[in-house]
């Protein structure tokens, strides 16, 4: 929020979190509370983070089920979407799909203001985008074609304790000194802090907005997966060997993922799939629109591991 809106704060709004249990939503929570009526909607509220839980309102049920979303978007004016499968699901981007189908069909109903979605940088024109990425670009493109106007923020590792991207290298760097590495470390992203993403998120309730946009956000220098390896290995004073290995297959990846990360073989795979995808920012556009401005990737890994320690 920026010091004017400070000065003179917009009227609160109704706010619906899904995925209000996740890594982001459960962190946005408190940042959206000072300033408008949050709405929580989860598969089970006892997972909802106690130190807020009575502050907010809670609706339970399922993504796919039409009655519960319906329910959940009443009187709701701005509601995000941080909702995406990358599970044990097989169908999971037919799910993805369905739900944003129906979500983007009772937001309009409910005549929601605005839908704020979390999505994933990535060309839309690589023919070897990952199913994983190509399917959260269909569920911006199903936002984007529902009516209800959207902003689209698409972000590559978000970096902070208890994020997968983050918890894969965190686990990689400390339990490995020397790691036989695929070529998919040699992929380049553009990683954002946990805090920016939260701040983009935020900003974007009042954001100027005729009808959908999408904004590609990260730090502003472009890395590789190997680096942020080795910057996270430097940030723990750590020595840490990398040896390229091009022939290691995404599947075997995510074997070796399991033996040493706290993902499971399948998520790891579909997550593999898609650092094998550059993800980086391809326009200033978030810089022209948003107040905010985010931190390097140094500084994300070093609030990382302060945060780690606290």
Known sequence: MTSDQQDNPPPRKTVLVTGATGYVGSRLVPKLLPFHNVRCFARNANRINSDYREQIEICTGDILDSKSVEDAL?????????????????????????????????????????IIYLGGLGDDNDPDLSPHLRSRHEVGTIFHDSG????????????????????????????????????????????????????YLVESIDLPLAECETFEVGSHDVVTYGQLIKMYAAEKNLKRYLISVPLLTPYL?????????????????????????PTTVRDDRAA???????????????????????
């Open 253 to 277: 990846s995510s074997l070796w993922l399991g033996l040493v990360t706290p993902t499971s073989a399948e998520v790891g795979r579909h997550l593999i799939e898609g650092l094998r995808n």
């Open 74 to 114: 009443a009187g709701v004016d701005v509601a995000y979407y941080l909702i995406h499968g990358m599970g044990n699901a097989k169908d999971f981007q037919e799910n993805d799909r369905r739900a944003a189908r129906g979500f983007a069909e009772a937001a309009k109903r409910a005549n929601v203001s605005r």
């Open 148 to 199: 209800v106007p959207t902003i689209e923020l698409r972000a590559s590792v978000v970096l902070g304790p208890g994020s997968l991207s983050y918890e894969l290298i965190r686990s990689l760097t400390q339990k490995l000194p020397v790691m036989i590495c695929p070529r998919w470390l040699a992929t380049p992203t553009q990683p954002i802090a946990t805090e920016d993403i939260l701040q």
């Open 288 to 310: 022209r629109r948003f107040v905010h401005r985010p931190m390097s990737t140094a500084e994300a890994i070093h609030q990382a591991v302060e945060l780690e320690s606290s």
